[in-house]
């Protein structure tokens, strides 16, 4: 019995979670059962082949398959590019290309933490929104 290496990843932006599993193979790359070159929109499709232009022959090594739930289209396109990226460092173990994806741009390896503020009380719907007085 052969075991081969599987590396898991995960990447979430806004409510977006995304899921890559990454093994040895010839390049294919699908999300949610689609293969990358028929993925739309175009501009989420170039968005997710950021990663693999930047690792380069190293990309052609590995099949990558990719599950994302929730969020919109482009949250979910940047869920998909950061665990991809994060599954492709950790698979390849390469810290050129960790290097390079991080000089690039910082968002390929690291999640952005950003998230709706928490509404409060007597603010009518607004977080931050100061209240409104009626004394003249």
Do not use: C, W
């Amino acid at each position: 019995m052969t075991t081969s290496k599987v590396v898991v990843a995960s990447g979430k932006r806004k409510s977006a979670v995304a899921k890559a599993v990454v093994r040895a193979g010839t390049g294919n790359i699908t999300i949610n059962k689609k293969l990358i070159d028929y993925y739309e929109p175009m501009m989420a499709r170039m968005k997710l082949q950021e990663p693999l232009l930047l690792a380069g022959d190293s990309a052609a090594k590995v099949d990558i398959e990719i599950s994302v739930r929730g969020g919109g289209v482009m949250g979910q396109a940047e869920a998909a590019r950061l665990a991809m990226a994060k599954g492709v460092v950790a698979f390849l173990k390469d810290e050129k290309l960790e290097k390079a994806f991080l000089e690039y741009d910082r968002r390929l390896l690291v999640a952005d933490v950003r998230r709706k503020e928490v509404r409060k009380p007597n603010r009518h719907g607004k977080a931050r929104a100061a209240t409104q007085k009626s004394y003249r």
